[in-house]
């Protein structure tokens, strides 16, 4: 367990990739468990409902393995998802400790400063995301950084777009 803690600390350091994990849907099954508790984590922090945070965190993980599916068998590569998927949804995993620290100090009342701090740290997330994601879709794809990252981007818009509008409507 320990070994895949550094595995996903490394791959979103850009040491590691993802052809570098094992293909195993136990440890893909595993990666989801813990990416729908802390994704779930996070958005209870930043203030959300339990459940809402759960069935949001549930629809971003189900959203990322569809499209993912779909580009690799676009792609005709299929046989890479399941490494793909582990590698993204890690990499998220540890990201979204990460975001953790900052999404905590914005409780309402928080002082300018301090909000200020929260959203210089989770651009930065955000931008070290892409560049994660650009580097596995990268391998996994058989682009560029620069193609993978635009299409990590377009995703989080896409994603953003359906999942808000979702969110939105009920």
Same mark, same amino acid.
């Given at each position: 367990?320990?070994?895949?803690? %550094? %595995? ?6 850009? !040491?590691?990739?993802?052809?570098? +994990?094992? &293909? ?8 989801v468990g813990v990416s729908l508790i802390v994704s779930t984590a996070v958005a209870v922090v930043g203030g959300q409902p339990l459940f809402a945070s759960a069935l949001q965190g549930a629809a971003q993980v189900l959203l ?7 580009? +690799?068998?676009?792609? !005709? !590569? ?19 400790? %990460? ?15 301090? $909000? ?19 580097? =596995?879709? !990268? ?6 950084? &620069?193609? &993978? #990252?635009? =299409? #990590? $981007?377009?995703?989080?818009? %896409? ?7 979702? #969110?939105? &409507?009920?």
């Amino acid at each position: 367990m320990q070994a895949l803690v %550094f %595995f996903f600390f490394d791959l979103c350091l850009l !040491r590691r990739a993802p052809q570098d +994990l094992p &293909g195993s849907d136990i440890v893909l099954a595993l990666v989801v468990g813990v990416s729908l508790i802390v994704s779930t984590a996070v958005a209870v922090v930043g203030g959300q409902p339990l459940f809402a945070s759960a069935l949001q965190g549930a629809a971003q993980v189900l959203l990322l393995l569809a499209a993912l599916y779909l580009g +690799l068998s676009l792609m !005709r !590569r299929p046989a890479r998802f399941v490494q793909a998927a582990t590698a993204l949804l890690g990499a998220g995993v540890v990201l979204s400790v %990460f975001a953790l620290i900052p999404v905590g100090l914005l409780p309402d009342g928080s002082s300018a400063e301090t $909000v200020s701090f929260a959203a210089l740290a989770l651009l930065a997330l955000f931008i070290w995301s892409v560049v994660v994601s650009g580097h =596995i879709l !990268r391998h996994t794809l058989g682009v560029t950084l &620069g193609q &993978g #990252a635009a =299409i #990590a $981007v377009l995703y989080e818009l %896409f994603s953003l777009m359906l999942l808000g509008g979702l #969110a939105g &409507g009920s």
